[in-house]
């Protein structure tokens, strides 16, 4: 199974700052078709999770630009500018690649 | 809008079963793959299976392989999740999805415990 390792386990910040989030996998999430399927969830608290980006850096519709999504192979970053209060809760990184997908553990962001 | 409504989730007892299901609108339901993911309490995200669109392939963890299974009636635009011999590791809000994860439900909480 592909191991995803997500640091930092939690993040404490102020409204206004930028912050950044890595999710390393143990191998390639290269798929046969090339693209490569690596999502950024985030679940709220007290909510459903929502899948933010996908394929590394798409941003899913009404995301705001302020996220973005990076990486390649096995080493990926989320980077939210200028943090606002509705971007609080847990980010989850999501391989879709290879059977079984798995989850990174989470990072749990918060205020300062 | 889509909308994915899970029911089902209950208190059962170690060993006994259960069935999720999950009733999909706002979207074509037999154009998509769509997936049980679930998240034991204060836990993280699993992955419990998926189907394709067609309802001929399934895919499972090991953890859950052989005591689960999941369906889909197009027809009804429904997705089901059969859980035999449940264990006390299954206690979890159960979600569903659609494709790649970008439309959840709300959950569903199963609890396993005499």
């Known amino acids: 199974d592909v191991v995803m390792t997500q640091t930092p386990p939690s993040l404490s910040v102020a409204i206004g700052q930028s912050v950044s989030i890595s999710c390393k996998s143990s191998?390639?999430?290269?798929?046969?078709?090339?693209?490569?399927?690596l999502n950024w969830l985030l679940q709220s608290p007290g909510r459903s999770p929502k899948r933010l980006i996908y394929?590394?850096?798409k941003l899913d519709s009404g995301v705001p630009d302020r996220f973005s999504g990076s990486g390649s192979e096995k080493d990926f970053t989320l980077k939210i500018s200028r943090v606002e209060a509705e971007d609080l809760g847990v980010y989850y990184c999501?391989?879709?690649?290879?059977?079984?997908?798995?989850f990174g553990a989470g990072t749990k962001l918060e205020l300062k | 809008e889509v909308q994915l409504v899970e029911s089902g989730g209950g208190l059962v007892q170690p060993g006994r079963s259960l069935k999720l299901s999950c009733v999909a609108s706002?979207?074509?339901?037999?154009?998509?793959?769509m997936t049980w993911i679930r998240q034991a309490p204060g836990k993280g995200l699993e992955w419990v299976a998926s189907?394709?669109?067609?309802?001929?392939?399934?895919y499972y963890p090991d953890s859950v392989k052989g005591r689960f299974t999941i369906s889909r009636d197009n027809a009804k635009s429904t997705l089901h999740l059969q859980m035999n011999s449940l264990r006390s590791e299954d206690t979890a809000t159960y979600y569903c999805?659609?494709?790649?994860?970008?439309?959840w439900g709300q959950g569903t909480l199963v609890t396993v415990s005499s």
């Open positions: 999501l391989q879709g690649t290879h059977l079984p997908y798995t």
């Open positions: 999805t659609r494709g790649r994860f970008v439309y």
């Open positions: 189907i394709t669109n067609t309802g001929g392939s399934t």
């Open positions: 706002g979207f074509t339901f037999n154009n998509y793959w």
């Open positions: 394929q590394v850096s």
């Open positions: 191998q390639s999430l290269v798929a046969s078709d090339k693209n490569t399927y």
